[in-house]
């Protein structure tokens, strides 16, 4: 599944180094010491609006669309069924692992009731996208078409959960009366999609933050990656006019998602039309800064750390879920204290109390273990690709 690679071809730095910030705040939002006490920024906006936290996944969907481009650029001018194979198995080893994270228990034999198994996730909607973007990479050389793609998807999307009516109702943007989660009941059946705390107790199917056609839109995300990474390796482009231009697009975008919100309201859970375009702008405005520091002043050691994770993020992550998942499960010996509330009560509530910055201080520490074993995979010359 997954196999061990020297890593032979440069890289460039900016995109590590903006993949693994993405990689640490995935897992600094994802291992707070405590549900019940988490910074405001550092939690998703209950529905409609917009959090530090909730440019966390398009932030990594839009760097996925540049490293297409800089892995199969090369690859687009030999097209043959070996490289659509490639691509096609990659993407189901990504899937395949989010699900088996999903499914994986401790107790005999050693998975869930597969009746009850969440199918959509993050590993699952990054391989189905990372599958539709690639492919069409390779396929398409023309970028005007890459434009007609993204105006017929976030249009498209726009149109479909604001202007079709649901089984003779009035479209709305509810948690539960909303066409994409509509289609999820559908095709998937509320047994196979989130689980999620409401006010009362826990709520299995009204909707899915990674379902089916919410996944449409994220497309969208990926090819504006797309279009970072073909600005990237155009040579013709000096490194000052490519930084204006990421500045110029990130603003354009920015501003564009921000005007539509007033008629299509940023929703992370949605993946609105007007939150891909926010999203992206800003991706492109901190991409800017990144490639400012690192390639135009050549500031570089500040984003050392973080080049290590971006270099083996997918392993990373993974690693970081069945860790976390692992510590929620497994209990201390002889106690009913699981793992992961040992070590919160012991190394932060002892001695900081059960509040907002002890739990904040947990996840930092996890975010800082994680840094030192990708520095190690680093030295090591281990470089895991799905």
């Known amino acids: ?138 396929k398409v050389k023309n970028w005007k078409w890459y434009l007609l793609i993204l105006v017929v998807l976030l249009t498209g999307y726009w149109y479909s959960m604001t202007q079709i009516s649901i089984n003779g109702q009035p479209p709305q943007l509810t948690k539960t009366h909303n066409l994409a989660s509509v289609i999820d009941r559908k095709i998937l059946g509320e ?84 939150y891909v375009l926010y999203t992206a702008g800003l991706a492109y405005l901190t991409f800017a800064v990144v490639y400012l520091l690192v390639d135009i002043l050549n500031i570089k050691k500040w984003g050392e750390p973080f080049k290590y994770l971006g270099m083996n993020a997918i392993a990373i992550f993974t690693l970081s879920v069945f860790i976390t998942k692992s510590f929620y499960l497994l209990h201390v010996p002889g106690t009913k204290t699981t793992i992961h509330g040992w070590l919160y009560h012991h190394l932060f509530t002892s ?3 059960n509040t907002q910055f002890s739990s904040m201080l947990y996840a930092l520490s996890v975010v800082v273990f994680y840094i030192f074993v990708a520095w190690w995979m680093y030295r090591k010359k281990i470089f895991i690709k799905v």
């Open 351 to 353: 001695w900081l109390g």
């Open 191 to 274: 047994n196979h999609m989130w689980r999620h705390y409401e006010t009362g107790g826990y709520v299995q199917g009204d909707y899915d933050p990674e379902g089916l056609f919410s996944t449409l839109p994220a497309i969208a995300t990926t090819i504006f990656g797309i279009f970072l990474g073909l600005l990237l390796i155009d040579r013709r482009i000096s490194p000052y006019a490519k930084l204006i231009i990421f500045v110029v697009i990130g603003l354009f975008l920015w501003l564009l998602g921000w005007w539509w919100s007033h008629y299509f309201p940023l929703n992370k859970r949605l993946w609105t039309s007007s």
């Open 1 to 138: 599944m997954l196999h061990l690679l020297q890593q032979m071809n440069k890289r460039i730095l900016s995109i590590d180094i903006f993949r693994g910030l993405t990689i640490a705040f995935m897992i600094l939002v994802n291992t707070p010491g405590t549900w019940g006490h988490v910074f405001a920024p550092l939690e998703h906006a209950p529905w409609h609006g917009l959090t530090p936290t909730d440019l966390i996944f398009p932030f990594f969907l839009f760097i996925v669309g540049t490293s297409i481009v800089l892995a199969y650029q090369n690859k687009r001018q030999y097209v043959n069924h070996g490289l659509y194979k490639k691509i096609i198995i990659r993407s189901f080893k990504i899937i395949f692992i989010g699900l088996i994270l999903a499914a994986f228990t401790f107790d005999f034999p050693f998975i869930k009731d597969l009746s009850r198994l969440r199918l959509p996730g993050v590993l699952q909607r990054i391989g189905l996208v990372f599958l539709v973007t690639a492919l069409l990479f390779v």
